[in-house]
């Protein structure tokens, strides 16, 4: 909704005629008019939307709205309500980051994947992560500790990302395992069994444990620049999410275990939350995850919506750009200048673009079912 709030208001900042603002979609339960623009709610609660006229020169308008159709307006004014949606998100993000930093006084860096920040009191088969009765029992619950820091698992030392770990809990499904861990400076070894878990065509070792976040104590002030840099490094990971899409793909299909910083689906964020909610963490622990984990959505929306790909609010923005430049090489060589770009000989790959989204979100939705992504 904040996000179509986005272009709502920035729309009416610059004259343009916004004739409807709904929260919601499907058939409409309530609506009331006020001035130009018709406000409603709709059935179904998932976002919203905003009807801007003349989005493009084939919508038609009152002879008395001509002037204030969107494809009339100056190119950096229709620019600025394209990304007003993002620039939402981003704040979105900004606000629930300095609140943590600020508020909680913890700075949620990940952690290099040798630390121990959740522990599970089961092994969760239900979609939403939460334990049930008739889960096994997490094999760490007990036995490891938030704070432990992985050092060797079947005599190997861990690496610096702890991937190797992941890989040697997962090929030892029913199989004891020797874990040692860094406990207040000193090792500690304990005997594990991880429990088998059918994820896609494979059975995979699960222990019960999770790397979330590095605890780090930040004062408002500096909470302020800090702010900026855990973004930053939430940009890196959402980068490497979008970019990491084709092999994600590639890896459901296969079967093979899922990228917990990879690319997600409603059912894997619900599940994970549930994984969270089920941890041994403490309330104030768990909510914190929980607000780290929708600022980072929010990042994400915001970026993925920037993505210079039709109908996303990037791919217009590009047609912006290359009508720009192409009037301006066209005045540089003494052209007639070519004007807008035909919306008709672009919607074909608009409609191409969409096909894609809707493919990878029902793969995605599957694969959140029957491949879950799971804590260890």
């Not at 801007?52 to 002037?67: C, F, Q, R, S, Y």
């Not at 969270?276 to 990042?299: M, P, R």
């Not at 608009?350 to 599957?366: D, M, P, Q």
Request: with cysteine; aromatic share 6%.
């Amino acid at each position: 909704m904040l996000h179509e709030l986005g272009h709502f208001v920035t729309a009416k900042r610059f004259g343009m005629k916004a004739s409807r603002f709904f929260v919601g979609f499907g058939p409409t339960l309530w609506s009331t008019r006020r001035g130009e623009t018709e406000y409603g709610v709709k059935a179904i609660p998932a976002g919203g939307f905003v009807k801007i006229e003349g989005m493009t020169a084939l919508e038609e308008l009152a002879p008395e709205d001509e002037h204030r159709a969107f494809y009339k307006q100056p190119a950096r004014q229709r620019v600025v309500v394209l990304v007003a949606g993002s620039f939402m998100h981003f704040v979105i993000a900004i606000v629930l980051v300095f609140g943590l930093l600020a508020g909680y006084g913890k700075d949620p860096i990940r952690s290099d994947g040798l630390q121990i920040d959740l522990v599970s009191k089961c092994i969760t088969t239900a979609p939403t992560g939460v334990c049930k009765p008739g889960d096994p029992k997490a094999p760490a619950y007990g036995r490891l500790q938030p704070g432990d820091r992985l050092e060797r698992v079947d005599g190997v030392t861990t690496n610096a990302d702890g991937s190797n770990v992941i890989a040697a809990l997962r090929s030892h499904a029913g199989e004891p395992i020797d874990v040692t861990v860094i406990r207040d400076g000193s090792p500690v070894t304990v005997s594990l069994t991880p429990v088998g878990v059918k994820v896609g065509k494979t059975v995979q070792g699960r222990i019960g444990i999770a790397n979330e976040v590095v605890p780090k104590h930040v004062g408002v002030l500096a909470a302020i620049p800090r702010t900026f840099t855990v973004l930053g490094s939430f940009l890196k990971s959402t980068g490497s999410a979008i970019g990491g899409l084709p092999h994600e793909i590639v890896s459901i299909v296969q079967g093979k275990p899922r990228d917990a910083n990879g690319a997600a689906s409603v059912v894997d964020v619900a599940r994970v939350s549930g994984q969270i909610s089920a941890s041994d963490a403490t309330t104030s622990d768990k909510v914190y995850v929980l607000i780290e984990l929708i600022a980072e959505l929010n990042l994400f929306v915001g970026i993925f919506n920037l993505l210079p790909l039709l109908p996303l609010d990037g791919g217009h923005v590009a047609i912006l750009a290359f009508e720009s430049v192409r009037s301006r090489l066209a005045r540089a060589f003494g052209r007639r200048d070519p004007g807008r770009v035909d919306i008709m000989k672009v919607l074909p790959l608009t409609y191409a673009v969409v096909a894609v989204f809707v493919g990878l979100s029902l793969i995605l939705l599957y694969a959140g079912i029957a491949n879950p992504i799971r804590v260890q």
